[in-house]
């Protein structure tokens, strides 16, 4: 099992490397709800690369690293909903593993589903081991920068809080500066 665990952990680095760009972009952009779920509805149910990954997945349901490669494919379509299932999956199968919480709190983001991405990156903050901080600092500033911003208006107290900590591990976030200077006026 160590092994898998390994795997994993370098195919998603290598995952949120490589897609870093779309999370950012995904993150950002406003779309049509309406025309997501139809768009993917469609495309995951003639999805050849899905359909393979359940397949290995229905032979082996503890194959956390084809798991991770079928929960990114979910979000690849936009299929929020599968994708953040997959994650929840993964989650139980390696609960310290702090990027299938990002993940799961990116899914649940992109799905308009505010209330539980908050919970997700929080879980993700908790989870992140401290030999693993360098690694993550930019998805811990989002992370922390989300959770600031959800609670701004219920917790100003928290809210600066965490808004110090997503400037902490990057300064350079626009975002988060003009959330700091808000909050902090």
């Known amino acids: 099992m160590k092994m898998a ?5 370098n195919l998603f680095l290598g995952l949120m ?3 870093g760009v779309s999370f950012i972009n995904a993150q950002t952009t406003q779309t049509d ?3 997501n779920n139809t768009a993917a509805a469609s495309q995951t149910t003639s999805n050849p690369t899905i359909d393979a990954l359940k397949k290995q997945i229905e032979a082996n349901p503890k194959d956390t690293e084809s798991l991770a490669k079928l929960a990114t494919a979910y979000q690849e379509a936009s299929d929020w909903t599968n994708a953040v299932e997959t994650w929840k999956k ?3 199968l390696l609960p310290d593993w702090a990027p299938a919480y990002y993940s799961q709190a990116y899914a649940y983001q ?6 539980n991405a ?13 030999e693993e901080v360098e690694q993550s600092k930019k998805n811990l500033a989002y992370a922390y ?10 917790n100003p107290a928290k809210a600066k809080e965490h ?17 700091s200077k808000a909050l902090n006026s």
């Open 163 to 179: 808004i110090a900590k997503s400037l902490q591990y990057d300064p350079t976030n626009e975002d988060a500066v003009k959330l």
């Open 110 to 115: 992109s799905a308009k589903d505010d209330a």
């Open 5 to 9: 665990k390994i795997n994993v952990k």
């Open 145 to 154: 920068f989300y959770v600031a911003f959800a609670e701004q208006k219920t």
């Open 90 to 92: 993964i989650s139980a």
């Open 33 to 35: 709800s309406t025309q």
């Open 118 to 130: 908050k919970l997700a990156y929080e879980k993700y903050i908790a989870a992140v081991k401290p």
């Open 17 to 19: 490397l490589v897609g």
